[in-house]
């Protein structure tokens, strides 16, 4: 018999361990509000790899949730940008958790252990990306890294590359924040508490329409340059 797999708002499909994986020639379904548990090095993808590899169609709803704890090195798998995901968590000590592809989500980008690698790909975040706890790692790329709903480093570590870093509101309380040889715009505010802000050789542009506080936490900036209609508070 056919047997369809959905998993609906609310609940968590956690797979097991790297080699788990959902089979059959029934569909599969990840529904929006949603979440699932990926342990596969090859992550989930539309072919015949990963955690899910029903034969029928394979639907990762838009607002669907993910976390990525495998036991290895992960590639996040063509899966995840079916369609916009909503929350993203990467859980995965002692390993990488890489982009194969351009990647916006509407919810957070959560990294508690692990380095995500943005993997030379664009990636944007509609919420909150934090950075948490040591052992927690960002890599960013060679291209735009788009953090709409904030950055915040707490105790965890963000390495800029090449490619543009845009943040609203930056948050470092512990950790460490490298600036990106690229583009670094802030629209909103930079508060520093603790942790080491290293500035590299670039230039901090300031971008907010309105009023911006900069606390610096007594940290240098290599360069800093102001563009927005607002002013420093």
Not at 101 to 117: A, E, M, V, Y
Not at 128 to 152: D, E, I, P, R
Not at 192 to 204: E, I, L, M, Q
Request: glycine content about 18%.
């Amino acid at each position: 018999n056919t047997i369809n797999f959905t998993v609906n708002a609310g609940a968590t499909l956690q797979m097991a361990a790297l080699l788990t994986t959902i089979t059959g020639d029934g569909s599969f379904t990840l529904s929006s509000g949603a979440t699932l548990g990926v342990t596969a090095a090859l992550g989930i993808t539309t072919g015949g790899t990963g955690n899910i590899q029903v034969t029928g169609t394979r639907t990762y709803s838009s607002g669907a949730n993910y976390i990525y704890n495998g036991t290895t090195g992960q590639v996040v798998g063509n899966g995840l940008t079916q369609n916009t995901p909503g929350n993203l968590t990467i859980n995965n000590p002692g390993n990488t958790v890489q982009l194969n592809n351009t990647t916006s989500i509407s919810g957070s980008l959560t990294i508690t252990n692990g380095t995500f690698n943005a993997n030379g790909q664009t990636f944007t975040a509609g919420g909150l990306a934090s950075v948490n706890g040591v052992g927690s790692t960002y890599q960013a790329s060679t291209n735009t890294q788009a953090l709409n709903g904030g950055l915040t480093i707490a105790g965890g570590t963000f390495t800029g590359s090449t490619g543009t870093v845009s943040v609203t509101n930056l948050t470092l309380s512990s950790g460490t924040l490298s600036a990106p040889s690229g583009t670094f715009n802030i629209s909103g505010d930079w508060t520093r508490s603790g942790g080491t802000f290293t500035p590299g050789v670039n230039t901090v542009t300031f971008t907010g329409a309105g009023t911006q506080n900069l606390n610096s936490g007594g940290s240098s900036f290599n360069n800093v340059s102001h563009t927005g209609a607002g002013g420093f508070a």
